[in-house]
């Protein structure tokens, strides 16, 4: 039997390509968000983020589905799911989401989840490609001290499809 900690690295990787080919639904518009960040608390961790973002036409909002991992001074690794709503449109946007995995301290292994809300900003750099920069407070569980993050990031846009469904436009 493979050790827990073996079998760790394809799940996520499993879970990263998953997210890859992800649309959400009804999604009009899809980019790839890749961020870094860290958490300002007890116990500082630097975060990553990995995920597709899709927001739907005439709706204010977008739903980020990702893949989190924070690292950082006490030797444990969180990796997990996550999902965020941004709600706004144009430069500055609320930012609300929750989630959830796996925490790996040594060979032990355990569970954590967290909740964050704040603001970000999003600056178009060209057509395709945006910096994006967050601040949020973070709350985890499990004994884990929270505290403010801040992260920054790109997003890609990918090119539209056509949808069947939408009547053609001359």
Do not use: C
């Amino acid at each position: 039997m493979t050790p827990p900690r073996r079998r760790a690295l394809p799940t996520l990787l499993g879970a990263l390509a998953l997210i890859a080919l992800a649309s959400p639904a009804g999604a009009q518009h899809r980019s790839i968000l890749a961020e870094v960040g860290h958490l300002f608390g007890d116990t500082d961790r630097t975060t990553y983020r990995l995920g597709v973002a899709g927001t739907v036409r005439d709706f204010p909002a977008a739903g980020v589905l990702s893949v989190v991992g924070m690292t950082g001074s006490v030797r444990e690794t969180l990796v997990g799911l996550g999902y965020d709503l941004q709600f706004g449109r144009g430069l500055v946007y609320f930012t609300g989401g929750v989630s959830a995995g796996v925490a790996i301290a040594g060979g032990d292994f355990g569970t954590w989840a967290s909740g964050a809300a704040g603001f970000g900003v999003l600056l178009p750099l060209t057509p395709r490609l945006a910096l994006q920069a967050e601040g949020k407070l973070r709350l985890l569980t499990g004994g884990r001290d929270g505290g403010q993050e801040l992260a920054a990031g790109l997003r890609w846009h990918l090119p539209r499809k056509a949808n069947p469904l939408d009547p053609v436009r001359r």
